[in-house]
């Protein structure tokens, strides 16, 4: 079936710099995605999501991107604290009405001081 | 405080024996969802539930079982027939409308088999 993957399994960066996860989706029928953030040993925190009819949606220190031509998302983080240190998946619907997601694998970001 | 309480947060199953998961949310969600996490992988779904007395297979729930009695409740019972219990279990819940699809989770139970 088709799924959800990332590009890149370990980002590590340093602390104030700007952090790009990338995440590459096959369903071309998905029409929303969500940015999710899970500390070691919690579940998954919401940072923001975006729908299909947008290409950029912006948070507090987040920016999510969307090319619907090659089926990539991205997410940015401005000013990398070493807080945001966490595995961050990106999940998409597939148009269902239940809302069901399919995650990805999974990015470690690693922010040394 | 609003939110979903998973428990308990470590579990030890012996081999045959049913364990049950506990999932509880005051958000006044419609939906849940379990999901399981192996390490080094993303989340996989195992049964969800709509609506109240209403629940549906997921990816993967061979092995499992659950109930929806209640709309704050969604009990996941990890029978003996799956043979690889060991994960990480998490519940999630989401209201129907615009913002149906924002799936918010709790804080996990590790599953360990004795």
């Known amino acids: 079936g088709e799924s959800v993957g990332l590009h890149l399994p370990t980002l590590s960066v340093q602390e104030g710099d700007n952090s790009i996860i990338n995440c590459a989706y096959s369903?071309?029928?998905?029409?929303?995605f969500i940015w999710y953030k899970q500390e070691s040993g919690k579940g998954p925190q919401f940072i923001i999501d975006?729908?299909?009819?947008?290409d950029k949606r912006q948070g507090q220190r987040v920016t999510v991107l969307l090319n619907k031509t090659v089926k990539h998302l991205s997410l940015q983080i401005a000013a990398t604290q070493p807080g945001d240190s966490a595995v961050y998946f990106c999940?998409?619907?597939?148009?269902?009405?239940?809302?069901?997601?399919?995650f990805g694998q999974g990015t470690i970001l690693t922010v040394h001081p | 405080d609003g939110g979903i309480t998973q428990s308990p947060k470590y579990l030890f199953r012996k081999e045959g024996q049913n364990v049950t998961l506990s999932c509880e949310q005051n958000?006044?969600?419609?939906?849940m969802y379990w999901y399981r996490q192996d390490p080094g992988q993303g989340l996989r779904l195992i049964y969800y539930s709509q609506i109240v007395n209403d629940f549906q297979k997921g990816d993967i729930a061979e092995g499992y079982s659950v109930s929806r009695e209640k709309k704050e409740s969604f009990p996941l019972t990890v029978t003996s027939a799956q043979k690889n219990p060991t994960a990480f279990y998490l519940c999630a819940s989401s209201k129907p409308g615009i913002a149906k699809n924002i799936q918010y989770f709790g804080a996990g139970t590790r599953l360990s088999v004795l």
């Open positions: 369903n071309s029928a998905s029409d929303y």
């Open positions: 975006i729908r299909s009819n947008m």
């Open positions: 958000l006044n969600h419609d939906a």
């Open positions: 999940a998409e619907n597939n148009g269902t009405s239940y809302g069901k997601l399919t």
